[in-house]
């Protein structure tokens, strides 16, 4: 059974910090890079972070150095530590795999940026 579920979203003053979780199904984490992604309202999604099972990690040029995912293989969860969050990171978070994801996304977890 395919499951993705993603939490830890909320309201953050700019500045502040998060930290994402995305429980997967063991299939889809274990053997598969896994990514982070967002879309704003009225945008498309985009590609946020990557990290394979084996290898570096990848991330947007809007979010480096700002931005942390992790993986642990015990848990089968990705996160995604966000610092130093701007506005323009406001948006719904998703997690599936990259490149290709799957036909099947969570419900994703809201992110907003405010003062």
């Known amino acids: 059974q395919v499951q993705l579920v993603e939490s830890g979203g909320g309201l953050v003053q700019p500045g502040g910090s998060l930290r994402l979780s995305c429980a997967a199904s063991?299939?889809?984490?274990?053997?598969?890079?896994m990514a982070w992604y967002r879309q704003a309202p009225g945008k498309q999604r985009d590609l946020v972070a990557t990290?394979?099972?084996?290898?570096?990690?990848n991330y947007a040029d809007s979010v480096k150095g700002r931005f942390t995912i992790s993986r642990d293989s015990a848990k089968n969860t990705v996160y995604l530590q966000m610092n130093s969050l701007k506005p323009e990171d406001t948006a719904v978070y998703y997690c599936?795999?990259?490149?290709?994801?799957?036909?099947?996304w969570g419900q994703g977890t809201q992110v907003t940026v405010s003062s």
């Open positions: 599936n795999t990259s490149p290709r994801p799957l036909g099947y």
């Open positions: 063991g299939s889809i984490f274990r053997f598969n890079t």
């Open positions: 990290i394979p099972t084996i290898g570096s990690t």
